[in-house]
């Protein structure tokens, strides 16, 4: 918690357990992917002689992309739940907070400043559902359409 | 003694699960020459594809030797190719484009790999397929038109001179 001293230690700290909660998301996605890599694709591969660099470009990236797509979405979801609690601490009496969303509400929260909270909550669902649009659903597409493994 | 193109000797393949033992292939040795087409059959599960493997380099065998014209064979083989019985085509890629890719993995320079790939597909009667298709179409459609050998047949390989 020595991350708390530093100037901007607590935004980083707050982005790191964000981070920490939501890699599993993608590791374990990619697992599964990796694990469904039909064997005879991963065989032809090496019979053709694609080099280190053309197996990753031509099999393996495209084939745990839909993984990674879903893992991604399914941890920016539980990063928003935890940039609330990530985003301010009570540390040694104090109550400490970043400077972003999630302390908003959490602050407003406990100060009863509805408003604020209504506001800020209302933010966020704007957000969540203009990134859901924007970027998750064609990145979401874009891994049906073209990297299905049959 | 002569040189042979591809050359088994003694091979045998166990397969172990926990401490369980399986034979696969038992001291199976052959050898085959240039210009000679050779025929496995057997039924399932008695080792065919296990001996293409290893044959092509993709699986050691347990213990035994490959041989490659008198070299014993380290890796996968590169003259040695497998056609599966699931085709193996990459699905994200046109048919043209998995052509051009095993192109490219021979090092055939980008411009040379269209000409070439569009030369292939044309002299095994898949020109016109070459336009955007996919494999999953090409699956579905080739049969219908009469350019799909080998259907319901296992695994063959191809040792290339
Ligand atoms: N990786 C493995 N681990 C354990 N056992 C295996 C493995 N691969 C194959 N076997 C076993 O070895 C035997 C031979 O398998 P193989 O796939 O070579 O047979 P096959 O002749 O190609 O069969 P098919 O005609 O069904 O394709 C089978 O009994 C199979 O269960
Ligand atoms: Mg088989």
Not at chain 2, 14 to 21: A, F, K, L
Not at chain 2, 28 to 49: I, M, N, R, T
Not at chain 2, 114 to 140: K, M, N, Q, T, W
């Given at each position: 918690m020595g991350l708390v001293h530093l100037p901007g230690g607590l935004n980083l700290a707050a982005v790191l357990l964000m981070l920490t909660g939501s890699q599993w998301y993608i590791l374990f996605n990619t697992i599964a992917?990796?694990?469904?890599?039909?064997?005879?694709?991963?065989?032809?591969?090496?019979?053709?002689?694609?080099?280190?660099?053309?197996?990753?470009?031509i099999l393996y990236f495209p084939a745990l992309f839909p993984y990674l797509v879903t893992g991604a979405?399914?941890?920016?979801?539980?990063?928003?739940?935890?940039?609330?609690?990530?985003e301010h601490v009570v540390f040694g009496g104090r109550t400490l907070y970043t400077v972003g969303l999630g302390a908003i509400i959490a602050r407003a929260t406990e100060e009863g400043h509805y408003p604020l909270l209504f506001a800020a909550t209302l933010t966020m669902i704007t957000l969540v559902v203009a990134i859901n649009r924007l970027l998750w659903r064609r990145l979401y597409r874009v891994a049906e359409e073209r990297f299905k493994l049959e | 003694m002569a040189e042979h193109l591809l050359e088994l000797r003694n091979v045998s393949q166990v397969y172990r699960s926990g401490?369980?033992?399986?034979?696969?292939?038992?001291?199976?040795?052959?050898a085959l020459d240039e210009g000679e087409f050779l025929v496995l059959l057997g039924p399932s599960g008695c080792g065919k594809s296990t001996l293409l493997r290893i044959a092509t380099g993709l699986q050691r065998p347990t213990s035994g030797e490959v041989l490659y014209r008198g070299e014993p064979v380290r890796g996968v083989n590169p003259r040695a190719t497998i056609v599966f019985q699931t085709f193996a085509l990459f699905p994200w890629l046109t048919v043209l484009e998995n052509v051009e890719v095993a192109l490219a993995a021979r090092d055939v320079p980008p411009a040379e790999r269209r000409r070439r790939a569009l030369e292939i597909l044309d002299r095994v009667g898949l020109d016109g397929f070459e336009g955007g298709l996919s494999p999953g179409a090409l699956r579905r459609?080739?049969?219908?038109?009469?350019?799909?050998?080998?259907?319901?047949?296992?695994?063959?390989a191809f040792m290339l001179g």
């Amino acid at each position: 918690m020595g991350l708390v001293h530093l100037p901007g230690g607590l935004n980083l700290a707050a982005v790191l357990l964000m981070l920490t909660g939501s890699q599993w998301y993608i590791l374990f996605n990619t697992i599964a992917g990796a694990r469904a890599i039909p064997q005879d694709l991963k065989y032809t591969a090496r019979l053709m002689g694609l080099s280190r660099w053309q197996r990753w470009r031509i099999l393996y990236f495209p084939a745990l992309f839909p993984y990674l797509v879903t893992g991604a979405i399914t941890a920016s979801g539980g990063a928003w739940n935890a940039s609330i609690v990530a985003e301010h601490v009570v540390f040694g009496g104090r109550t400490l907070y970043t400077v972003g969303l999630g302390a908003i509400i959490a602050r407003a929260t406990e100060e009863g400043h509805y408003p604020l909270l209504f506001a800020a909550t209302l933010t966020m669902i704007t957000l969540v559902v203009a990134i859901n649009r924007l970027l998750w659903r064609r990145l979401y597409r874009v891994a049906e359409e073209r990297f299905k493994l049959e | 003694m002569a040189e042979h193109l591809l050359e088994l000797r003694n091979v045998s393949q166990v397969y172990r699960s926990g401490d369980r033992e399986f034979l696969a292939l038992k001291d199976v040795s052959l050898a085959l020459d240039e210009g000679e087409f050779l025929v496995l059959l057997g039924p399932s599960g008695c080792g065919k594809s296990t001996l293409l493997r290893i044959a092509t380099g993709l699986q050691r065998p347990t213990s035994g030797e490959v041989l490659y014209r008198g070299e014993p064979v380290r890796g996968v083989n590169p003259r040695a190719t497998i056609v599966f019985q699931t085709f193996a085509l990459f699905p994200w890629l046109t048919v043209l484009e998995n052509v051009e890719v095993a192109l490219a993995a021979r090092d055939v320079p980008p411009a040379e790999r269209r000409r070439r790939a569009l030369e292939i597909l044309d002299r095994v009667g898949l020109d016109g397929f070459e336009g955007g298709l996919s494999p999953g179409a090409l699956r579905r459609d080739a049969p219908k038109s009469g350019v799909c050998p080998g259907h319901g047949g296992g695994a063959g390989a191809f040792m290339l001179g």
